[in-house]
């Protein structure tokens, strides 16, 4: 029958090499090592040698585990992805997770609260985008909503108002009509509701300005008046209008601004 006739360490750290008969035969983590008793004389039949690499098998996956989880909090379907990616059988990946969950090692519903909070205070990202990341995650629906509570509306309000002085700045250049709808975009976009979107745009308190809209309208109609040179007199200006007016801008304001054009082509 096989006999343990050494045992040596490896350079990784809680790592052995057993020998049977002399010749190596197989590794084995420091947990196995502890757990069957392993020591020079010992017999190692076949049955014990089954139990042995499924011991092992168990403890290389549970390590895996701990270290993908080391670097940051996981969800139970990303721990589980990371194992699969590893050739982890799935009865392998049950009993980690069941151990991991033992061990408090998981919680999705710890992971969901921890992601809500964060995104309070470092994001600019509405419940709903919220929703969506922790259900791409695999956090059941259930505990994604309990998490979301912790987003208070004055949570809301006060994050919402942020990114939308950050819109009102990016796109100051646009008519207030367009200005307006991009802010309202980019809040929807981001994951505010209708009525959370509403309340954010009252209090961001745009005002339209006819000297600010002007100066838009100037840029704008530049931009638009070199991209129209292909066409001319009537058919210029037409082309030119349709364009400024899909922006936003006044049609009075815009029909002063092409007479101008005109005027200094001819």
Same mark, same amino acid.
Do not use: C
């Given at each position: 029958? !096989? ?12 790592? *052995? ?26 017999? #190692? ?11 092992? @098998?168990? @403890?290389?996956?549970?390590? +895996? ?16 992805? *990371? ?8 009865? #392998? ?12 090692l998981? $919680? ?18 509405? !419940? ?19 998490a ?5 509306? %004055?949570? +809301? ?5 942020? +990114? ?8 100051? /250049?646009?008519?207030?009509? %367009? ?9 929807? /976009?981001?994951?505010?509701?209708? $009525?959370?979107? %509403? ?7 745009? #005002?339209?300005? $006819?000297?600010t809209?002007?100066?838009? +309208? ?10 129209? @040179? ?9 082309? @030119?209008? /349709?364009?400024? *007016?899909?922006?936003g ?5 815009? $029909?002063?601004?092409?007479t101008?054009? /005109?005027?200094?082509?001819?």
């Amino acid at each position: 029958m !096989p006999t343990i006739t050494k045992i040596t360490t490896q350079k990784r750290k809680g790592r *052995y090499n057993i020998y049977l008969d002399e010749e190596y035969a197989f590794p084995v983590s420091e947990s196995v090592l502890i757990k069957f008793r392993l020591t020079k004389g010992m017999e #190692v039949p076949a049955e014990l040698r089954a139990e042995i690499d499924t011991a092992e @098998a168990h @403890a290389q996956a549970y390590q +895996l585990a701990l270290n993908y989880l080391s670097y940051q909090l996981r969800t139970e379907m990303e721990v589980r992805i *990371y194992l699969k990616q590893h050739d982890i059988p799935v009865a #392998v990946r049950q009993q980690v997770i069941q151990r991991l969950y033992e061990l408090n090692l998981l $919680d999705d519903a710890g992971y969901a609260a921890s992601y809500v909070r964060t995104a309070m205070r470092t994001s600019d990202k509405g !419940p709903q985008v919220i929703r969506t990341k922790l259900r791409e995650k695999g956090v059941k629906p259930e505990l994604i909503t309990n998490a979301l509570d912790l987003f208070t509306t %004055n949570d +809301l309000l006060a994050n919402g108002l942020k +990114l939308a002085e950050k819109l009102a700045k990016r796109y100051r /250049q646009q008519s207030f009509q %367009n200005r307006q709808q991009k802010i309202r975009l980019g809040l929807r /976009q981001k994951g505010f509701d209708a $009525d959370v979107t %509403n309340q954010i745009i009252s209090q961001l308190e745009l #005002v339209r300005d $006819d000297d600010t809209e002007w100066a838009a +309208l100037v840029e704008q109609g530049e931009k638009v008046w070199r991209k129209t @040179a292909r066409y001319s007199g009537y058919e210029r200006k037409q082309k @030119a209008k /349709q364009q400024l *007016y899909r922006k936003g801008f006044a049609l009075d304001q815009i $029909d002063h601004f092409l007479t101008e054009k /005109q005027a200094e082509t001819e």
